[in-house]
């Protein structure tokens, strides 16, 4: 009976902790590592966090990228993974049932990947005015790096913390003046908000009101632009920004006061799979002075990845302002340029289309690029006061055109004129020499609009018919990042190209918006507790040296002048709270 009593005992100890293990049945996670190129990570940490950060399980990935945590109660866990020189990535609210077995793939973001300090694509040079630049963001288009100029610190939180976190706001005011910025001269108050949504959108708002008057003026220049940038689907997102601009201080062809525009631009990208990423946008505009003109300018932009080092894309691109999903980094839309020719407004046109190279040297990277380009109107800069006369019809037998649209304020011009076809190749290499600086080295060959040989000035009205395309070459070495002790953001850069050039050899290269000396300063101002903080210096400088000058007559004999960059000042002071 003892025995008996014994062995009913240990059979009723077996049944109940068979009954427990049946109704908790151990749950487990595994998966697979990748990098964001798709390449599977060996000797990742992956650590599974229960309630308050508690750690539950670890593993480590391996020759496939592949890990398992078994043996987890039901409940509710974060994973993380996380290894050297990579963003750690962590994945939220993962509910596990008994006896569940969940797949968790994570995607890590290499530090020197996500921050694209010099892209190879065509930034503007004061690209630090918005918030949306200097946030680093995941595949899945989430915050996973925010710098905060005010303080110089930066902060690393992982995707899912910033899904939690509240929204943001920051809002910026700032004056500035400048000479030789075409639509930008005169003294111009700006004002900026921009709000960070509790899903990782953005929404930033920008106005810009000049103060210069004149006799001419019928009201200062007035800019207003709004902005949007949300996440789409599976490691995807989405851009809009729209922007009304009105410039009273023009004068286009025949006389004719004032020009209006509106613009809506979007970019969005995706990923098809793991080896491919698509991005696609355009912009629309309508431009109102002498009469209406409205143009389409759509881009497209494919790029592989075959290996862990290597990128092959293509690029079509009709607007050298917007070429990819990164060329919308900033709710400052440059202001479109048309001109009346022939009773029709008229604005910039042409085609270009790029095959690329690159592939991953240490750090850097290292480009190459076959393109070719069919312009069929391009606008040509100039400078000098304008009169009555050279804004009057062309009377020139056989000129092509003469829509001219002139600035009164920093009397500086812009005019249409014929294009040209021209192919070519670019090579682009980036290096880190510091973890916030960049340089990079830029070569094009190809073909640009060039003067006559010689000393001779040409001829206002008959520039069209003087100019014609040559082939050249161009080079340029950048130095763009930031300065951490002191916060300094800095992007210089020189590009050479011989000076009978009025346009850029490769238009729609990276640097093809500057050309010679130009830079562009951000300096935090702190002196004690005397000033707030916040309080920020700016200067923005394009052809210090004015290289690249080209004669021009107007037609009553006064010296003008076209240069593919016009030597352009600008400097301001804001103050972000």
């Known amino acids: 009976m003892e025995r008996s009593r014994v062995k009913i005992a240990i059979l009723a100890v077996v049944m109940t902790v068979s009954l427990r293990g049946w109704a908790a049945a151990p749950a487990a996670v595994s998966g697979v590592v990748r990098d964001a190129q798709g390449i599977a990570q060996m000797g990742a940490l992956v650590q599974v966090m229960g309630p308050n950060a508690s750690l539950v399980g670890t593993a480590f990935t391996d020759l496939h990228g592949r890990y398992l945590i078994s ?40 530090i020197f990947d996500a921050a694209a300090w010099i ?5 503007k040079a004061d690209e630090p005015k918005d918030d949306w630049t200097w946030t680093l963001r995941s595949v899945a288009n989430k915050p996973i790096l925010r710098i905060f ?53 953005d929404v930033e708002v920008r106005a810009d009101l000049g103060a210069q008057t004149g006799p001419r003026l019928r009201a200062p220049s007035t800019s207003l632009q709004a902005g949007y940038q949300r996440k789409m689907g599976f490691a995807g997102a989405g ?29 969005e990208k995706t990923q098809l799979g793991d080896a491919v990423d698509l991005e696609v946008g355009g912009t629309v505009y309508v431009i109102r002075g002498a009469g209406y003109g409205m143009a389409s300018r759509p881009f497209l932009k494919v790029t592989a990845h075959p290996g862990s080092h290597w990128q092959a894309g293509y690029r079509m691109a009709t607007s050298r302002d917007l070429q990819s999903f990164n060329g ?83 009397d500086t011009f812009r005019m249409l004129s014929a294009g040209y076809r021209s192919q070519g190749v670019s090579l682009l290499m980036t ?54 002790h002191s916060g300094t953001q800095v992007r210089a850069s020189y590009r050479y190209q011989p000076e009978g050039l009025v346009t850029a050899v490769n238009r729609y290269a990276a640097f093809s918006d500057q050309a010679y000396l130009s830079f562009f300063i951000r300096q935090p101002v702190r002196c004690g507790k005397m000033l707030p903080d916040g309080l920020e210096a700016t200067v923005d400088i394009t052809n210090l040296l004015e290289q690249g000058y080209r004669p021009v007559l107007s037609r009553d004999g006064r010296m003008l002048f076209l240069a593919q960059s016009p030597r352009m000042i600008q400097a301001g002071l804001a103050f972000n709270f």
């Open 239 to 267: 851009r809009v920004v729209t922007s009304y601009q009105s410039h009273p201080e023009m004068i286009g062809s025949g006389g004719t006061s004032g020009m209006e525009a509106i613009q809506l631009a979007s970019a």
């Open 328 to 410: 919308l980094d900033t709710v400052e839309l440059e202001l479109p340029v048309g001109v009346m020719e022939q009773g029709r407004m008229r604005t910039e046109s042409g085609l270009h289309q790029e095959i690329s190279l690159s592939r991953k040297a240490g750090r850097g990277v290292v480009q190459v690029g076959y393109y070719k380009d069919n312009l069929q109107r391009i606008i040509l800069a100039g400078g000098g006061a304008l009169t009555a006369a050279d804004l009057a019809p062309a009377s020139v037998p056989g000129a092509t055109t003469n829509g001219i649209l002139a600035d009164t304020v920093s």
């Open 149 to 201: 100029d005010e303080n110089g610190d930066m902060v690393i939180m992982s995707s899912s913390s910033a899904e939690k976190a509240k929204p943001a706001d920051r809002a910026r005011a700032g004056v500035q003046s400048g000479d030789g910025g075409f639509g930008t001269g005169g003294i111009h108050n700006v004002f900026q908000l921009d709000r960070s949504m509790p899903d990782g959108s």
């Open 431 to 484: 290096e880190p020499i510091t973890p916030a600086m960049w340089v990079a080295v830029e070569y094009n060959t190809g073909a640009a609009m060039a003067a006559p040989d010689g000393k001779q000035p040409m001829h206002l009205d008959k520039v069209s018919m003087e100019l014609k395309p040559r082939a050249a070459q161009s080079a340029t070495i950048a130095l763009n990042g930031r300065v951490i």
């Open 119 to 123: 892209p190879a694509e065509r930034r």
């Open 71 to 110: 043996n987890l109660l039901p409940g509710k866990y974060e994973v993380r993974a996380s290894a050297a020189l990579f963003v750690p990535t962590l994945h939220g609210n993962l509910r596990l049932n008994p006896g569940a077995k969940a797949v968790v793939n994570l995607t890590m973001n290499a």
